[in-house]
T-cell receptor, first 110, second 113 residues
Framework: DQQVKQNSPSLSVQEGRISILNCDYTNSMFDYFLWYKKYPAEGPTFLISISSIKDKNEDGRFTVFLNKSAKHLSLHIVPSQPGDSAVYFCAASAHNDMRFGAGTRLTVKP | DAGVIQSPRHEVTEMGQEVTLRCKPI?????LFWYRQTMMRGLELLIYFNNNVPIDDSGMPEDRFSAKMPNASFSTLKIQPSEPRDSAVYFCASSPRQGDGYTFGSGTRLTVV
């Protein structure tokens, strides 16, 4: 069962513009949300996270927004850079039980 | 499609015991990955296979860990002997290609006491 959904398999953005990656979840027990970034031939690496007690967390060019009522979170990358081109996994956790979305491939064009 | 199937769902074992985690990938997926997830490190890639052949095991923490894929429909991750610090959730994932399209299993929560 897909408790975490990333409905856009791919996203293409021009360098310097904003990238917005979206994620929806169904389980209201999730209390911790993460984004992972994955380059080809590498494992996913942790990017940014947010606790359910917050609605925004910012780290440099990356900001994650959480809308609990809508069970929706998003990752904003501003400004986007070609090196950001990767697959981004949304993940949601409850009691160390983590579920991942299928991933969104972001391509940042120079 | 039942997805990637991992078993057991939970495993509690005593230190020093052998632990075997199992994974059945999605049929037709040529890549199989083993990940370990901890709150400290997030998701770590342990090893991955392509067409049943181990390609990169650099993430395997030490010799106590071993993984096999005897055929396209089955893989095991073995820890012998197990230690408390091995306690984590272990994920298996399969993919038809490298880089995306991952389907993860539900994970095995291992607790070594």
């Amino acid at each position: 069962d897909q408790q975490v959904k990333q409905n856009s398999p791919s996203l293409s953005v021009q360098e310097g513009r904003i990238s917005i990656l979206n994620c929806d979840y169904t389980n209201s027990m999730f209390d911790y949300f993460l984004w992972y970034k994955k380059y080809p031939a590498e494992g996913p690496t942790f990017l940014i996270s947010i606790s359910s007690i917050k609605d925004k967390n910012e780290d440099g060019r990356f900001t994650v927004f959480l809308n609990k009522s809508a069970k929706h979170l998003s990752l904003h990358i501003v400004p986007s850079q070609p090196g950001d081109s990767a697959v981004y996994f949304c993940a949601a956790s409850a009691h160390n039980d983590m579920r991942f979305g299928a991933g969104t491939r972001l391509t940042v064009k120079p | 499609d039942a997805g990637v199937i991992q078993s057991p769902r939970h495993e509690v074992t005593e230190m020093g015991q052998e632990v075997t985690l199992r994974c059945k990938p999605i049929s037709g997926h040529d890549y199989l990955f083993w990940y370990r997830q901890t709150m400290m490190r997030g998701l770590e890639l342990l090893i991955y296979f392509n067409n049943n052949v181990p390609i990169d095991d650099s993430g395997m923490p030490e010799d106590r860990f071993s993984a096999k894929m005897p055929n396209a429909s089955f893989s095991t991750l073995k820890i012998q002997p197990s230690e408390p610090r091995d306690s984590a959730v272990y994920f298996c994932a399969s993919s038809p290609r490298q880089g995306d399209g991952y389907t993860f299993g539900s994970g095995t929560r291992l607790t070594v006491v």
